[in-house]
Structures are given as C-alpha cells and as structure tokens.
C-alpha cells in the first residue's frame, strides 16, 4: 500500500513540474500559442487552474496567482501522501 502512496507523490511531483513549465512559458515573449507543446500543457494544467481561478480571481484583474495556489496544495498533498508511504 505504501508503494501505491509513494507512486501517487511521484505523478504529483510530474504535475507540480508541469505546471513550472506553463509558469516560464508566460514569461516567454512571443510565444506560439498553436505550438503542440504550449497547447499540451495548457490542456493538462487548465483542469486543474480554471476552478482555483474562480475561487481567487486575478488580483488586479491582471494578476494570475492560480498556479502558486494550486503549486502549494501539491507540495501539501505530497507530504501527506508520504507521510502515508512511511507509516
């Protein structure tokens, strides 16, 4: 069972990488969105990111903290999970 929890921390360190690469892409100017790359990751991250946004609309109505919010829950998640795995 503890593999199981160990297996489930290890997709959400992939998800929480994932999402780093969107954060970088929207610092990149000029960046195709029609890209195959860009538009994978938009698909995987955007489940996850458009309810936070509704729950903390950008502040400023400019900035996106989305991500960060969603970044944290997974770090959370992923202690919980091993902490699960050793005991």
């Given at each position: 069972?503890?593999?199981?929890f160990e297996?489930?921390?290890?997709?959400?360190?992939?998800?929480?990488y994932?999402?780093l690469?969107?954060?970088?892409m929207?610092?990149?100017?000029?960046?195709d969105?029609?890209?195959?790359?860009v538009?994978?990751?938009y698909?995987i991250?955007?489940?996850?990111?458009?309810?936070v946004r509704r729950l903390?609309p950008?502040l400023?109505g400019?900035?996106?903290i989305s991500i960060?919010?969603?970044?944290f829950?997974l770090?959370i998640?992923?202690q919980?999970?091993?902490?699960i795995?050793?005991s």
């Amino acid at each position: 069972m503890s593999a199981f929890f160990e297996i489930l921390a290890m997709l959400l360190q992939v998800y929480s990488y994932v999402l780093l690469a969107r954060a970088l892409m929207s610092w990149i100017p000029n960046l195709d969105p029609y890209n195959p790359i860009v538009q994978f990751l938009y698909q995987i991250t955007e489940p996850v990111l458009e309810p936070v946004r509704r729950l903390i609309p950008p502040l400023g109505g400019m900035i996106d903290i989305s991500i960060i919010v969603v970044f944290f829950a997974l770090i959370i998640l992923q202690q919980m999970l091993m902490t699960i795995a050793a005991s």
